[in-house]
């Protein structure tokens, strides 16, 4: 097998196969990134004297010829070669016969692969936000659309107080504002440069740091070599971490959901065409998207814990066991990117019941509603308290519209009638601020 590292003695294919793994279909991801850190290095190799500018040239135009090949998904590892760094320093060499040798002057594999990840990483949380904001956007619609509409609230799995689809729909929208705050700080740990530092202690050339920097659009240079090694898996643990707060709202949105669409509630609904049947009973509408989604966002949620021991109690530098972190995360990603499309794909078709308090079971939903509005009259809370319970008890309890004084016909309630005004209640979403929280909080 062709290896950067070769010095005469090859490895037999007992030991490729079990060290590199996975990595020759993973690493495909990152071949364009791989060559866009080339093309930063090798203009700052020109600077410093190592390339004259006609090598520098004819090494870029070999490297896009190469770049047109990955974009059209022509690019292959060869059977008998380790990577894709070495794949694509091959292919240069086959080109322009040793001037291909000179792209890996100042550099190690370590930071090669590392500028790679940060490269890559840094694109995919940039995808995940879009995604985050379609969604987002996706909610607020929602919440906004059916801000009137009664819904039962639960506690314990039992009838709380009366809720709202605006209210539902609103708070996953908040919830997704500050995972893009988690999202926000992962990506200004990924966006700092570690090209430059080799294998972790730097180099005798006199590397131009900041130019690469420039070049590669970073925030900053990891400006020490050992610590641009440390974040070998700390880059991935962030990510994963803020996939995990992410992963958290899709989970309990996707568990309200198959709850709201069990036919006992039937509090909403999609059509047929979006969820599954059953091969025996013919009256089944199985919830098997949002349960799926609920699976995959429990396996990600458990990345950061996988990275976590993955990369703990190993000493500074590379370790061969940073291999594995891309069989944790890559997947994690297209699942996160799978889920959130899903997601909205669902809500662009969801319908919701407007007709759920006609049934007189969720009037018990109003006995809060009852106590205040007794106390506002003057009786003492807890007597308030103490007298409504005592009508549930006994069966008789009606819930007293304030405007009429009568009992209330719950089936034309709406949520505005209730009277709720404060920060964040069923008469005031807030929407507006949640969505300038969300601008704020998506500027990175």
């Known amino acids: 097998m062709a290896t950067l590292w ?23 991801r990152l071949a364009a990134y791989d060559i866009e850190g080339s093309k930063a290095h090798i203009q700052m190799l020109e600077s410093i004297g190592l390339l004259t500018p006609d090598e520098r040239k004819t090494l870029s135009d070999g490297l896009d010829r190469i770049l047109v090949s990955v974009k059209a998904g022509n690019f292959t590892l060869e059977d008998d070669v380790e990577d894709i760094h070495s794949q694509i320093e091959l292919l240069l060499t086959r080109q322009l016969g040793s001037l291909g040798g000179k792209i890996h002057a100042g550099r190690s594999r370590n930071d090669q692969v590392l500028v790679d990840l940060q490269l890559f990483l840094r694109d995919e949380l940039r995808q995940v936000r879009e995604e985050v904001l379609t969604l987002f956007q996706r909610l607020q619609q929602l919440s906004e659309q059916h801000k009137d509409v009664l819904l039962p609230g639960y506690t314990h799995f039992q009838l709380a107080m009366p809720s709202s ?13 500050e995972d893009m705050r988690s999202l926000g700080a992962a990506f200004q740990i990924v966006n700092r440069n570690p090209l430059g530092s080799a294998a972790g202690y730097g180099n005798s050339f006199p590397l131009d740091r900041a130019m690469t920097t420039q070049l590669l659009g970073f925030d900053a240079p990891v400006y020490n070599s050992i610590a641009a090694q440390l974040g070998r898996g700390k880059c991935e643990w962030s990510v994963a971490s803020a996939l995990g707060s992410v992963a958290l709202t899709l989970n309990k949105f996707a568990a309200d959901c198959i709850f709201y669409m069990n036919p006992g509630l039937g509090f909403i609904h999609f059509p047929d065409a979006l969820t599954t049947g059953s091969s025996i009973m013919p009256h089944k509408k199985n919830p098997d998207v949002w349960e799926i989604l609920r699976g995959r966002c429990n396996q990600i949620l458990s990345c950061p814990g996988q990275i976590a021991l993955l990369t703990s109690n190993l000493p500074h530098g590379y370790h061969r066991d940073f291999q594995l972190l891309k069989e944790i995360l890559f997947p994690a990603l297209e699942q996160m990117h799978d889920g959130l499309q899903m997601a909205d794909y669902m809500l662009q078709h969801i319908e919701v019941n407007t007709h759920i308090f006609e049934n007189p079971l969720y009037e018990s939903l109003f006995t809060v509603e009852e106590v205040n509005r007794r106390a506002k009259a003057g009786v003492p809370f807890r007597e308030a308290y103490r007298q409504v319970g005592l009508e549930v008890n006994e069966g ?23 009277g709720h005004t404060h920060i964040g209640s069923l008469g005031n979403l807030c929407n507006a601020e949640i969505k300038a929280s969300m601008e704020a909080a998506a500027a990175w």
Do not use: M
């Open 6 to 28: 070769n010095k005469g003695t090859d490895a037999t294919e007992v030991v490729d196969a079990f060290t590199v793994g996975n990595d020759r279909v993973l690493d495909l």
């Open 165 to 177: 689809f605006g209210l539902w729909f609103g708070a996953y929208a908040e919830a997704l504002s």
């Open 396 to 418: 008789c309890f009606h819930f007293i519209d304030p405007a009429t004084g009568q009992p209330a016909d719950l089936s034309q309630l709406k949520a505005s009638d209730l």
